[in-house]
């Protein structure tokens, strides 16, 4: 489905026969780091593929534009070697079968284009970097940690069941799922904006309820190291505040 080919290509799996070894870049060199935001947006139908690569970790998300509609995301933890990317799912929602396995594939980038080349049909598509995903202290992958209730700040014992949020230079997601059942329980993101030690959301997707689409979040953030304050109100309009702990 051409709605889905950079999620089939980006996370699905593609071989690396299909590139010849001097069109393979390793995502770790400067010039070629696939670490960022990169984005396709379908000229016919206006769905949009948004995928956000930290250090070791990676989402990618398909939603329409107008009207808004989630349809579908997946990602986990990856490693890059010698111009292979190599991914594990911890969720996903197009094909949940694929949940704790791996699968590795190639890429081409020259300058701020990624292309990528379905594995099953060998049609090409072009992605654009977004950001380079050091543009803000907020860059990584955090991970709940902390929640006050009651006035009091109680901490989350880490099991199974995750809740994360990957944030790029100019992109956030955020994602609760549980991997070892295979459990997804919601997603959702889009841009954000740090000033001043005021963090603004503004959504783009949201698997819950698309009604909540274009809302903008306003909360307060105070970063010190791998920890993450968080507090404000809720797309629900409830007070929070939360403790988060950078593990990308």
């Known amino acids: 489905m051409k709605i889905i080919s950079f999620l ?26 696939i670490k960022g935001a990169w984005e396709y947006v379908n ?82 598509t072009a992605y654009q970097r977004v950001d380079s995903g050091n543009e803000t202290d907020m860059v990584g992958v955090w991970r709940i940690s902390g929640r006050e209730r009651g006035g009091k700040m109680s901490e989350m014992k880490w099991g199974p069941r995750k809740t994360l949020k990957m944030i790029t230079g100019t992109r956030f997601q955020w994602t609760a799922f549980n991997p070892e059942t295979k459990q997804f329980r919601g997603t959702g993101g889009g841009t954000y904006s740090l000033e001043d030690g005021t963090y603004t959301e503004n959504i783009e997707f949201f698997s819950r309820d698309n009604s909540r689409v274009g809302a903008s979040l306003e909360f307060q953030a105070k970063i010190s190291g791998k920890v993450w304050d968080h507090s404000g109100l809720s797309s629900k309009g409830t007070p929070i505040r939360e403790i988060w702990k950078n593990v990308d």
């Open 8 to 33: 089939v290509a980006l996370c699905v799996g593609l071989s690396t026969s299909l590139f010849s070894p001097n069109h393979i870049h390793d995502p770790g060199t400067a010039e070629n780091s």
């Open 43 to 124: 000229p016919e139908t206006g769905e949009k593929v948004v995928a956000l690569v930290g250090n070791s970790y990676s989402m990618a998300t398909v939603y329409s534009g107008e009207p808004a509609k989630f349809i579908g995301t997946m990602g986990g933890p990856y490693t890059a070697k010698d111009g292979v990317h190599t991914q594990e799912f911890e969720f996903h929602t197009l094909d949940s079968t694929l949940i704790g396995k791996e699968i590795s594939w190639g890429f081409q980038i020259e300058g701020n284009t990624l292309t990528t080349t379905d594995p099953e049909t060998g049609e090409t």
